[in-house]
C-alpha cells in the first residue's frame, strides 16, 4: 500500500534533454519538490557530494536497476532501488546508513510517473531507516533509455558482532532459507506475459536490514554468511558459493518454501523456480548447532515467516549444488548459464 | 596517450542480455579480467559489498556518465567516469580512495569497446590513487540504452585542515579558475558534428585530487570553497553559487583564460564559452589575501599552468554574476535555462 504525496506545481508535464542539463530545468526538477521530499541535514548541503562521519568497519555497495516495467504488483523501481542497496549492505552485516541516488532518465517521461518513483523512494528509505544524502540526475534522447534506470550506492556500518565472509563457510553448516521462492520474478513476468491468475502474484522486494540485525545481534558469529539470491535466483548464488569455497551444498527440495501460485505459474511458464530472481528473501549459512533456533526467531519476524532450514554444506561433491527432490531422485543444480527473465532488477 | 592491455581471449565477441543475467555468462565476463584488472584486495573478496575502514570526515559522492560518442579526442567514458567522482570527492576536500564501479551496457557493443573502456578505467584509477571496490553490471536490450553507462560512487577522507562550505563565502574573496575553460565541451562538439581544426581539440579530463591536496595543504581553510564547472559550464556554478550565498560575482572577462582554437570554435559555433561544460579545471573562491600565492602556487602545478584570478565576490548584486567584458561593458551572465549540448558527461 503505497502513500502519496501530493504531486507539487511544475511548469511541465515530461522530462526533456534540458532537465539533465545543469542549468535553471535541472535546477526546477530539484527544486520542485525532489529536495523537499528527501529532505534531510546532509543532502540539504547541496555540494558536489556530502560529508558524513563514520568510524570503524565500513560496507560500500552498489546497484543499477534497470527493471522492466518500471511500475509492477506491489512496488516500483524506486522501492526496488533503494531496498537493493539497502540489502546489499544487509547481506555485509550491516546496519545501512547512508544512499546515493542517481538517475538516467528518457526524455519524454512523465513527471507524473517520476513522482511516483520519487515518492517511493522516500518511503522506502525511511522504512529502512536511510536517507538519500548525493544524487545526480542525466537525461538521455527518446530512443536511449527506457523511462527510468536508477543507481544507488550504499554506506553502512558493520555490525560489531557481525563477521560474514565465504572464509567462515564450513561443512556441515546449515542453509537457511528466509522465505519463499520465485515470488519476485514470477510477479514481473506475469505483468510482462499478460497472465491472469486468480489473485495477483505480488513482488515480494523488502528491506531485509532489520530482521538481520535481530539475528546477528542474536547468533553473532554463528552467522557464516549472508546473500540475497536476486538474479539469477538461489541457483546461481548457491553455485557461487560452491564454486568460491570449494565445498558442496545439498539441497532439500521438500523444505524449499514457494507459493502455491507462484509454483503455478513456474510449471505453466516452464521455468525452475530456483533460477527465478528474488527480492524479499535471503539465505543463511549458519553454524548447523544454533539453525533451528536461528529458524525458529527468524519465523517469529514479519520477513521470516515461511523460513526454512533448505540444505547443508557438504565436503561431498566439491563446488556442486546437489538437490534431493521431493520424490527420492537426486540432480546437479547448475549454474544458469544466461539469462531466463532479462531486466528483473 | 592510454597504455594497453591485452584483451583476455574469450569466446564472445559481444555483450549479450545473457551478461547481465548474473549466471554464467556474466561470471564469464567478469571472470575475463575485469577483476584481474582492476584486481585490489578489497575487490577480491567478491561479497555484495565491500568491507572498507574509515575514520572521521568522510565525503561520498555519485555521479552517472552518459556522454555521447563514448570515445573522444584524448579519452573515453571509462576515463571520465573515474575522474568525474574523483573530481567531485576533491571538490569536498576530500582525498578520494574507493569507488564504486556500475555499468548498463546495450545489448551488442562489442567486447573490444567495453575492454578499451576498462582499460582506460584501470589507468585513471591507478593515476588518481583510487580503487574500484564494488561494482555491478546490467545488460538491456538493444535500443534501450546507448552503448555503456557508467555510475561511479566514491568515498574519501576528508583532509583535516580543508573546510570547504558555501558558508564560508564571502564579500571581497576572490575567484580562482585553475585552467582554460570550454576544452571539454567543444572536444566532444567537434566530434559530433564532425568539425575539423588545425589540430585537434582535445578533452582536458584529468584528476584534479592532487593539485587540490596540495593546495589545501598550503592554504588550509583560506580555500572558502572549490567547485568543479561541468554541465552548464562556468555561467551554472556561478549562478548556483551566487544564489546559494545571497551575495553578488563579479567576473574579469580578460582574466578568463580559453584556448585560441577553442574560442575560435565557440564563436563559429555561436556558443558562449561560459555555458561549455569542462571537466579538468576547477573553480575555487579563497581569502582574497592569499589569492596571488594560491594562484602561484597552482601555476606550478600541471593542472594549474594557466590559473587565473578570474572575479571576486561582492556584496553588490546580490545573487548575480556580472561579467566585466573585455571591451569595458557589463553584462549579466545568466543561468543557463536547457542544453546547449546535450550528453556531454
Known amino acids: 500500500m ?8 511544475v511548469d511541465f508535464e515530461m522530462i526533456t534533454l534540458g532537465h539533465g542539463s545543469g542549468g535553471l530545468l535541472t535546477n526546477k526538477l530539484l527544486a520542485s519538490g525532489v529536495f523537499d521530499l528527501l529532505k534531510n541535514d546532509l543532502l540539504d548541503e547541496r555540494h558536489d557530494g556530502a560529508f558524513i562521519n563514520l568510524q570503524g568497519k565500513t560496507a560500500f ?7 522492466s516495467p518500471i511500475f ?11 531496498n537493493g542497496t539497502v540489502n546489499d549492505l544487509a547481506m555485509c552485516g550491516a546496519i545501512p546508513r547512508y544512499l546515493s541516488l542517481s538517475f538516467i532518465l528518457e526524455e519524454g517521461l512523465s513527471m507524473q510517473e517520476f513522482w511516483e518513483v520519487l515518492v517511493s523512494i522516500k518511503f522506502a528509505c525511511e522504512k529502512a531507516g536511510v536517507c538519500v544524502v548525493t544524487g ?5 534522447e527518446k530512443g536511449k533509455g527506457d523511462k527510468i534506470f536508477i543507481n544507488t550506492s550504499g554506506i553502512g556500518t558493520v555490525h560489531p ?6 572464509k567462515n563457510v564450513n561443512a556441515e553448516d546449515s542453509l537457511v532459507i528466509s522465505g519463499n521462492v520465485a515470488t519476485h520474478g514470477i510477479a514481473i513476468m506475469s505483468v510482462r506475459e499478460g497472465l491472469q491468475f486468480d489473485t495477483d502474484i505480488q513482488s515480494d522486494t523488502q528491506a ?6 535481530t539475528l546477528i545481534e542474536k547468533f553473532g558469529n554463528d552467522v557464516h554468511l549472508l546473500k540475497d539470491p536476486t538474479r539469477g535466483g538461489v541457483a546461481a548464488v548457491l553455485n557461487e558459493i560452491a ?3 570449494h565445498l558442496g551444498i545439498d539441497l532439500f527440495q521438500k523444505n524449499i518454501p514457494i507459493d502455491e501460485q507462484v509454483e503455478g505459474a513456474c510449471e505453466i511458464l516452464g521455468l525452475d523456480p530456483l533460477y527465478v530472481a528474488n527480492e524479499g528473501i535471503f539465505l543463511s549459512i549458519v553454524n548447523s548447532e544454533i539453525a533451528e533456533d536461528y529458524v525458529q526467531l ?11 532450514i533448505i540444505g547443508k554444506i557438504v565436503d561431498a561433491h566439491p563446488k556442486q549444488v546437489i538437490l534431493q527432490s521431493s520424490i527420492g531422485g537426486k540432480r546437479v543444480v547448475n549454474m544458469p548459464v544466461g539469462e531466463q527473465l532479462p531486466r528483473i532488477c
Request: net charge neutral; glycine share 4%; aromatic share 4%.
Open 208 to 213: 531485509l536490514n532489520s530482521a538481520v540485525l
Open 161 to 166: 558482532q557481525a563477521n560474514i565472509s565465504l
Open 72 to 82: 509492477f504488483p506491489n512496488s516500483n523501481i524506486g522501492e526496488l532501488a533503494v
Open 2 to 9: 503505497q502513500l502519496q504525496c501530493p504531486m507539487p506545481k
Open 61 to 67: 555497495s552498489t546497484d543499477s536497476f534497470v527493471i
Open 136 to 140: 545526480d540526475t542525466k537525461v538521455v
Open 298 to 308: 527468524l519465523r517469529t519476524l514479519p520477513e521470516g515467516k515461511n523460513a526454512q
Open 243 to 245: 564454486r568460491d569455497t
